[in-house]
């Protein structure tokens, strides 16, 4: 079966402080796939404290990586945080990237599994993330893996004091 | 101006202890609202849980209540966590909600204006919430006061280890 | 009763941002009675950061003020951490200090007993703090209003990774 | 050299949810040691909760054990809280018990080097922990590995609100 040889390719193992090189290019390619690039790019002081949290024991900011072939093609950022209506912890996966050229292969749903494993070893019992409506090769496959329940976001972003 | 005149009426303070048994019947309404009742209703253990976060000072979890007339007539919780893309925390507004026949009254405007200021406080640099597509009323409000850029929300919710 | 009369003049309150001025000389003082002025003086960095969190809603870090006709001569800092031995958190009443030429009015324990009541409200079960074995005059009033129970601090500064 | 030999058998590690078993006689064992046994026992409530916080990763608790040829032989747990003195969190090393027949093969001193690491890794400039003064054997290793600065701890339990 092609889909399941194929998939047998992709292995996803938490990231480490080895794949900062490897990363960053993907960091950077996700970046600019929500427009923050050239003039409104992500401070770079942001990523730097991002990297160190993913490391940092009393941050729940975890990561991990898709290789094939060895080589890393993919990232996955997930955090944890409280919710009102459960006791245990919720896991938000903030991020996740695929390189371009290697899309279809499994890659996004391989780490989407992966962040289920965890949140489960944590105790936690939902996972959740957004993605624009638009984003229509992204919805194909999390149509396929989770929910959406019609569930908007509002944000406003305030100056700091 | 009668906005004003009805706006200045409504009073928004941090939430007490002694606030518990006003805001036990708007909490179970809110959850009514969102389908959280009869067989499907939240376990009462969880709201106990969620009472004592918002007492308790190491757990980043808030709550403010309205008042008309020194009466509590609608709440707000919200909670701060880590996000990839910020050095601060961000504010994520889980809970709002106004008695119905006092609705149109700037109570929900009060509490999300509440929201901002304790973020930017706490040195936050967003607040967002999610709200179903579907409510209508509450989507007026939120148009004014916060921006839906496109994006939705998935979800996978995970059997407990 | 001259203790409960001079006991009846020291006012203790929540600290608040305005009370910048008169909290600054008070921390120094603190800090130089503990060795840490002139060369080993804390840096000014730390005491920025001190009292930002004093005021951020999500660091779990308090302080309140004593006051004598209207005058601040007194501060108490104190946080809440997790215990293994417990559920709810502990208190550590990290910093306590009375400007020298007004002791012996019940400034101390004033303040020591409006971190047992805010310590009480938290949901914490237990308040504790450190001193030097030499500090004679403090022990006085300790050995009043808590206990040492024979427990003793090791520490061990280590590099910055 | 016969210290450095002994202390190549020990093997320190992250504990995992595959040690309770392991565990947990451990941790009777060292509240039997401070008197927290019989009628004055740790409720098994806060056991239950400490063991679900090891596994937390919202929780700023941690644990790891020593390893003698493939058998756990000692705990420690590690929390992280604010200091108001410090920009970084310092680490509270909390609890470190070694089964009493393999005391004196390096098995204490291998789990607090273990703590420094991780504490490295978190940003942390402090570890610091509590024994009481009658602890002679602890503190033979105590005062090769950290100092005791002449700070004492009061305490005060206080009821519940």
Known sequence: MTTSATHSLVNVRAMTQQDHDAWL??????????????????PD???RVLWSRLF????????????IDGRVVGLVHYLYHRS???IEPVCYLQDLF???KLRG????RALIHHVYE??????ASRVYWQTHTANTAGRTLYDKVASHLGFIVYSKDIEPN
Chains 1, 2, 3, 4 share one sequence.
Do not use: D, H, M
């Open 98 to 100: 695929t390189e371009p």
């Open 84 to 86: 009102t209506t459960r």
């Open 56 to 67: 940092n024991p009393i941050e729940p900011v975890f990561a991990a990586v898709a290789e």
């Open 25 to 42: 290019p993907l960091w950077k390619g996700y970046n600019a796939f929500y427009g923050r690039e050239g003039a409104t790019a992500l």
């Open 105 to 108: 292969k499994g890659v996004g």
């Open 45 to 47: 002081e942001v990523t």
């Open 118 to 123: 965890q949140a489960q070893l944590a105790g």
